[in-house]
């Protein structure tokens, strides 16, 4: 038989996949450095583990939503992302489309009897 919990932590971990990409996204209209950000989503409750997030920042550059420049004045050299001009207007449509999607959710959802 399953176990309710694991079954749930599973369905979760598809949940987030989606939702840490508006919510990194959200972050980088000024430029961050991967750690900075791991703490920035962490403070809004929004935990990310660094393997995660660096594969995902990767992605998000190669699809021209980031670019990244690093910066070498400090002892140690960071990388800072920010959001391109095309990145802002696919956070923009992804939040309109958010919006959307959480309120359908809110009309099926019996959130009461969940």
């Known amino acids: 038989m399953a176990d309710v ?9 598809e949940l987030r996949r ?3 990409i508006i919510g990194v996204l959200s972050q980088l ?3 961050q450095y991967g750690y900075s950000l791991v703490s920035v989503l962490e403070e809004k409750g929004m935990s990310i583990d660094p393997g995660t997030l660096y594969p995902l920042l990767r992605r998000l ?9 690093w910066d070498t004045n400090e002892a140690r050299p960071r990388k800072y992302y920010v959001l391109t001009e095309f990145g802002r207007a696919v956070y923009s449509g992804l939040c309109r ?16 009897g969940g």
Do not use: F, N
Request: overall charge negative; proline content about 2%.
């Open 5 to 13: 919990a694991e079954t749930i932590q599973g369905l979760l971990s």
């Open 18 to 20: 989606g939702t840490i």
């Open 29 to 31: 209209s000024d430029p």
């Open 61 to 69: 550059e190669k699809q021209q939503l980031l670019e990244s420049s």
């Open 97 to 112: 489309e958010w919006r959307e999607l959480t309120a359908s959710m809110e009309k099926i959802v019996d959130l009461e």
